[in-house]
């Protein structure tokens, strides 16, 4: 079984809402990742974390903002989302000391419907 | 760029057959090479990786992968497939980000299908 932590499992949001993903795990971890998975393809990445500081942002739009409040932590904040951004969301943590060679771990995802 | 190549869309097997899913890949450097599973609604799990040594890598739930320099490929094989295995399997492979970091990059991803 994981050790990332996911909350909520599903989410239903409107366009005008404002919601939040959450995401721990207490590997002991020092990056953490957000990546977003359409249905039957790879998941792509988002947002990168190191040492509680952003080191990624792979061109999101600003509706996605993360915050990382501590090294166990990782927050996905929502607002004004459109309904192409309904998918998986999927939080995930790595080592950072080994680099290349770091596995990275995922949560189960949490499935954002946007209506 | 590092990157990795799934050519198959679907794999079909019999249950007790077994099973290979290819993966082929592109790097400078040194790779390093991973498996993932997906099954049907849930997060990713890590099967296996490749970082030096043996070119045979065993993994999780009986998964094993063979590293091959020469043909650049990196198979995911199972020598008996359960209708369990049932799946979406992803190679990876890990890349610098270009701020003295690294990420994970997936290929498109083979889905399994092992009937009865």
């Known amino acids: 079984d994981t050790e990332v932590t996911q909350t909520p499992k599903h989410l239903v949001m409107g366009m005008t809402n404002k919601k939040s993903l959450k995401c721990e795990q207490h590997m002991g971890h020092r990056a953490m990742y957000w990546y977003k998975q359409k249905a039957k393809k790879p998941p792509e990445l988002m947002f990168v974390y190191s040492y509680e500081k952003l080191s990624i942002n792979e061109s999101v739009p600003s509706r996605f903002s993360p915050e990382c409040p501590n090294s166990s932590l990782l927050n996905l904040h929502l607002h004004a989302l459109q309904p192409e951004d309904s998918a998986l969301y999927l939080c995930?943590?790595?080592?950072?000391?080994?680099?290349?060679?770091?596995?990275?771990?995922f949560g189960e995802g949490s499935w954002l419907t946007v209506v | 760029a590092q990157s990795v190549a799934q050519p198959e869309d679907q794999v079909n097997v019999a249950e007790g057959n077994p099973l290979t899913v290819k993966c082929t890949y592109s790097v400078s450097g040194n790779p390093y090479l991973f498996w993932y599973v997906q099954y049907p609604n849930r997060g990713l799990q890590f099967l296996l990786k490749?970082?030096?040594?043996?070119?045979l890598v065993k993994g999780s739930y009986g998964f094993e992968a063979e590293f091959n320099k020469s043909q650049t490929s990196f198979h995911l094989k199972k020598p008996s497939a359960l209708v369990s295995d049932s799946a979406l399997y992803f190679c990876?492979?890990?890349?610098?980000?270009?701020?003295?970091?690294?990420?994970?990059?997936f290929g498109a991803g083979t889905r399994l299908f092992v009937k009865a």
């Open positions: 995930a943590s790595s080592q950072v000391s080994e680099g290349q060679r770091n596995t990275i771990y």
């Open positions: 990876a492979v890990r890349d610098k980000d270009g701020t003295g970091g690294f990420k994970t990059i």
């Open positions: 490749y970082i030096t040594g043996d070119n």
